[in-house]
C-alpha cells in the first residue's frame, strides 16, 4: 500500500494560481496512474487531472490550458499547477492512486481550495 498526503490549498482570489502537492509514503514509479479529482459541495468526484505512467496525460475540458499535472517519480510526489482559477473550480481536492491498469485506488484525504474574492 502507499500513503497519499496532500498540500498547497488555500484561499485564493480568481484568476489567481496555486501549486497543490501529493507526497506518496514510497516509490511511484511502478504506479500505473497517479491523478487529481475533486469533489465540491453537492457534486459527485470527478477526475481533473491524471498522468500515467507510460507519460500519456488526461485533463477535464473545463481545466484545459490552466492545470497542469506533473510527476516527480524521484520524489515520489505528484503536482498539480493551478492557474487562472475560477470560482467554480473551489472544491476538495483529493490525490488519487491507480495502482494497476485494472484497477485498485487509494486516495489521499483531500486538501480544500476555494477561489473568491
Known amino acids: 500500500q502507499v500513503q497519499l498526503v496532500e498540500s498547497g490549498g488555500g484561499l485564493v482570489q480568481p484568476g489567481g494560481s496555486l501549486r497543490l502537492s501529493c507526497a506518496a509514503s514510497r516509490s511511484i514509479s511502478s504506479i500505473y496512474a497517479m491523478g487529481w479529482y475533486r469533489q465540491a459541495p453537492g457534486n459527485e468526484r470527478e477526475l481533473v487531472a491524471r498522468?500515467?505512467?507510460?507519460?500519456?496525460?488526461n485533463y477535464k475540458d473545463s481545466v484545459k490550458g490552466r492545470y497542469t499535472i506533473s510527476r516527480d517519480n524521484a520524489n515520489n510526489t505528484v503536482y498539480l499547477q493551478m492557474n487562472s482559477l475560477k470560482p467554480e473550480d473551489t472544491a476538495v481536492y483529493y490525490c488519487?492512486?491507480?495502482?494497476?491498469?485494472?484497477?485498485?485506488?487509494?486516495w489521499g484525504k483531500g486538501t480544500l481550495v476555494t477561489v473568491s474574492s
Open positions: 498522468i500515467i505512467s507510460g507519460g500519456s496525460i
Open positions: 488519487n492512486a491507480r495502482l494497476y491498469s485494472y484497477g485498485v485506488n487509494l
